[in-house]
């Protein structure tokens, strides 16, 4: 089993629908956790920080879930644009100063018009 | 503040030759990580490097894969006698490694905008 599980998809969602996708981790050891956005071909780039109480950046909405182990991501109003792999990041203290990071294989979207 | 730094952005090789990508970090970064992408895969970790130290290479090929963080100078991942396999997309990513635990943990990695490696 992976250490960071994401439903590869591809989720094909219409435009102006709401989306959401989770993803689960297995070490209860993890510390803080990130979404990032990678297109085809670049580089994946922070979409946003995962806190607990939850956050929201625009029609982005994250969430963590400590006892059942998994964060989520919500996007509202879906535009074109949104299509991409979505990879969720779990970060924890490897040993004093080194951090690992954990990334999950990334679910794919694909909005529609 | 430039950001990651990987070159060559493409980079052709014949089957036998050595392939070398570098990838210089953030300024005021010293922690770097290695990933390799495959086509419609996702990112598989390859090694974790501070300055002068490996701190974690379980994702490394035991054999022709190598990686260093100098001192001075540029993350080099050096592949040997490279073979059709080997061709993907190589990310570098950099993380500070100061300012304390929360900070560190609360801080995300920054990507390079990655190496395309052809072998032919």
């Known amino acids: 089993r992976k250490e960071v599980e994401q439903d590869p998809g591809p989720f094909n969602v219409p435009e102006g629908a709401t989306v959401a996708f989770n993803c689960t981790y297995s070490?209860?050891?993890?510390?803080?956790f990130f979404w990032y956005r990678q297109d085809c071909r670049k580089e994946p780039k922070l979409l946003m920080s995962?806190?607990?109480?939850?956050n929201e950046d625009g029609r982005f909405t994250a969430q963590l879930n400590r006892a059942s182990q998994y964060i989520s991501l919500l996007i509202r109003d879906s535009k074109l644009s949104d299509s991409a792999t979505y990879l969720c990041?779990?970060?924890?203290?490897?040993?004093?100063?080194?951090?690992?990071?954990?990334w999950g294989a990334g679910t794919k979207l694909i909005i529609k018009p | 503040n430039a950001g990651v730094m990987q070159n060559p952005r493409h980079l052709v090789r014949r089957r036998g030759q050595e392939a070398r990508l570098r990838c210089s970090p953030m300024?005021?970064?010293?922690?770097v990580y290695w990933y390799r992408q495959l086509p419609e895969e996702g990112l598989k970790f390859m090694v974790y490097?501070?300055?002068?130290?490996?701190?974690?290479e379980s994702g490394m090929p035991k054999e022709r894969f190598s990686a260093e963080f100098p001192k001075e100078g540029p993350s080099i991942l050096r592949i040997q006698q490279v073979v059709r396999g080997d061709s993907a997309a190589y990310f570098c990513?950099?993380?500070?490694?100061?300012?304390?635990?929360?900070?560190?943990?609360?801080?995300?990695?920054?990507f390079g905008q990655g190496t395309r490696l052809t072998v032919v």
């Open positions: 990513a950099s993380s500070p490694g100061t300012g304390g635990t929360v900070r560190m943990l609360n801080t995300e990695a920054f």
């Open positions: 300024k005021g970064h010293s922690h």
């Open positions: 490097l501070q300055k002068e130290n490996i701190i974690d």
């Open positions: 070490n209860s050891a993890s510390q803080s």
């Open positions: 995962v806190y607990s109480s939850g």
């Open positions: 990041v779990v970060k924890r203290v490897l040993t004093h100063s080194n951090y690992q990071l954990i």
